[in-house]
Protein backbone atom coordinates (compact mmCIF):
# COMPACT_ATOMS: atom_id res chain seq x y z
CA UNK A 1 0.00 0.00 0.00
CA UNK A 2 2.76 2.24 0.86
CA UNK A 3 4.19 1.85 -2.32
CA UNK A 4 1.38 1.95 -4.54
CA UNK A 5 0.91 5.69 -2.51
CA UNK A 6 4.91 6.64 -2.90
CA UNK A 7 5.20 7.21 0.83
CA UNK A 8 7.35 5.26 3.60
CA UNK A 9 6.41 2.55 6.13
CA UNK A 10 7.03 3.73 9.48
CA UNK A 11 7.59 1.04 12.70
CA UNK A 12 6.11 3.36 15.12
CA UNK A 13 6.02 0.70 17.97
CA UNK A 14 8.14 -2.36 17.35
CA UNK A 15 8.14 -3.59 20.44
CA UNK A 16 4.01 -4.26 20.84
CA UNK A 17 2.45 -7.22 19.91
CA UNK A 18 1.54 -7.17 16.74
CA UNK A 19 4.00 -3.84 15.63
CA UNK A 20 2.60 -0.90 14.86
CA UNK A 21 3.33 0.57 11.51
CA UNK A 22 2.34 3.47 9.69
CA UNK A 23 2.18 4.77 6.05
CA UNK A 24 3.67 8.74 6.27
CA UNK A 25 6.25 10.30 4.28
CA UNK A 26 9.21 10.26 6.28
CA UNK A 27 11.16 12.89 5.09
CA UNK A 28 8.15 14.95 5.31
CA UNK A 29 8.10 14.52 9.11
CA UNK A 30 11.54 15.10 9.96
CA UNK A 31 11.20 17.98 8.13
CA UNK A 32 7.82 18.96 10.31
CA UNK A 33 9.71 18.02 13.40
CA UNK A 34 13.34 20.14 12.80
CA UNK A 35 10.53 23.10 12.14
CA UNK A 36 8.74 22.23 16.03
CA UNK A 37 12.50 22.37 17.37
CA UNK A 38 13.34 24.89 15.84
CA UNK A 39 10.38 26.94 16.98
CA UNK A 40 10.63 26.06 20.50
CA UNK A 41 14.14 26.82 20.90
CA UNK A 42 13.23 30.52 19.92
CA UNK A 43 10.04 30.85 22.59
CA UNK A 44 12.91 29.57 25.14
CA UNK A 45 13.77 31.88 28.11
CA UNK A 46 17.23 33.09 27.25
CA UNK A 47 19.69 31.39 29.96
CA UNK A 48 20.93 33.98 32.87
CA UNK A 49 24.47 34.86 32.14
CA UNK A 50 26.47 35.68 35.63
CA UNK A 51 28.98 38.51 35.08
CA UNK A 52 31.83 39.27 37.59
CA UNK A 53 33.97 42.97 37.92
CA UNK A 54 37.07 42.52 40.33
CA UNK A 55 37.33 45.39 42.96
CA UNK A 56 40.25 46.39 44.83
CA UNK A 57 40.12 47.89 48.11
CA UNK A 58 42.48 50.88 46.97
CA UNK A 59 39.98 51.69 43.84
CA UNK A 60 40.33 55.15 42.41
CA UNK A 61 37.17 57.27 42.33
CA UNK A 62 37.66 57.07 38.60
CA UNK A 63 38.41 53.26 38.30
CA UNK A 64 34.88 53.09 40.31
CA UNK A 65 33.13 54.89 38.28
CA UNK A 66 34.30 52.71 35.15
CA UNK A 67 33.69 50.08 36.56
CA UNK A 68 30.18 50.60 37.87
CA UNK A 69 29.31 51.36 34.28
CA UNK A 70 29.84 48.24 33.32
CA UNK A 71 27.60 46.44 36.09
CA UNK A 72 24.85 48.84 34.97
CA UNK A 73 25.24 47.96 31.31
CA UNK A 74 25.13 44.43 32.48
CA UNK A 75 22.25 44.33 34.33
CA UNK A 76 20.58 46.22 32.04
CA UNK A 77 21.52 43.52 29.64
CA UNK A 78 19.85 41.03 32.32
CA UNK A 79 22.52 39.60 33.43
CA UNK A 80 23.25 38.59 37.29
CA UNK A 81 26.37 40.18 38.46
CA UNK A 82 29.20 38.92 40.90
CA UNK A 83 30.93 42.10 42.40
CA UNK A 84 33.83 40.86 44.16
CA UNK A 85 36.60 42.45 46.10
CA UNK A 86 40.22 41.03 46.10
CA UNK A 87 42.06 41.01 49.27
CA UNK A 88 46.27 41.17 48.64
CA UNK A 89 48.55 40.71 50.87
CA UNK A 90 48.06 42.91 53.78
CA UNK A 91 44.95 44.54 52.77
CA UNK A 92 42.64 41.67 54.31
CA UNK A 93 42.80 43.72 57.50
CA UNK A 94 40.49 46.56 55.86
CA UNK A 95 37.56 43.88 55.31
CA UNK A 96 35.07 46.96 56.33
CA UNK A 97 36.43 49.09 53.55
CA UNK A 98 35.61 45.91 51.33
CA UNK A 99 32.03 46.19 53.01
CA UNK A 100 32.02 49.54 52.35
CA UNK A 101 32.53 49.86 48.68
CA UNK A 102 29.80 46.94 48.25
CA UNK A 103 27.34 48.89 50.12
CA UNK A 104 28.00 51.38 47.02
CA UNK A 105 27.66 49.14 44.37
CA UNK A 106 24.39 48.16 45.63
CA UNK A 107 23.46 51.61 46.51
CA UNK A 108 24.78 53.05 42.90
CA UNK A 109 22.97 50.65 41.15
CA UNK A 110 19.52 50.16 43.30
CA UNK A 111 17.36 51.68 41.13
CA UNK A 112 17.48 48.86 38.17
CA UNK A 113 19.10 45.88 40.90
CA UNK A 114 18.55 44.13 43.61
CA UNK A 115 21.23 42.33 45.87
CA UNK A 116 20.63 38.58 45.32
CA UNK A 117 23.18 37.83 47.70
CA UNK A 118 24.41 39.80 50.59
CA UNK A 119 28.37 40.29 50.85
CA UNK A 120 29.93 37.61 52.29
CA UNK A 121 33.79 37.07 52.87
CA UNK A 122 35.32 33.81 51.36
CA UNK A 123 38.71 33.40 51.66
CA UNK A 124 40.88 36.50 50.61
CA UNK A 125 37.45 37.89 48.39
CA UNK A 126 34.74 39.18 49.45
CA UNK A 127 31.51 39.11 47.42
CA UNK A 128 27.84 39.77 46.72
CA UNK A 129 25.41 39.19 43.69
CA UNK A 130 23.45 41.48 41.99
CA UNK A 131 20.34 40.89 39.86
CA UNK A 132 18.41 42.74 37.54
CA UNK A 133 14.97 44.10 38.89
CA UNK A 134 11.86 43.01 36.98
CA UNK A 135 10.24 45.39 34.83
CA UNK A 136 6.39 45.77 35.19
CA UNK A 137 5.99 44.00 31.89
CA UNK A 138 8.14 40.76 32.73
Known sequence: MAKKKGLDLVLVAPNANPPVARIMDYGKFKYEQQKKQREAKKKQKKQQQVKQMKFRVKIDEHDYQTKLKHIRRF????????????????????????????????????????????????????????????????
Not at 87 to 114: H, M, N, P, S, Y
Open 75 to 138: LEDGARVRVAIMFIGREIVFTDKGKEILERVAQDTADIAEVEAAPKLEGRDMWMTLKPKKKKGE
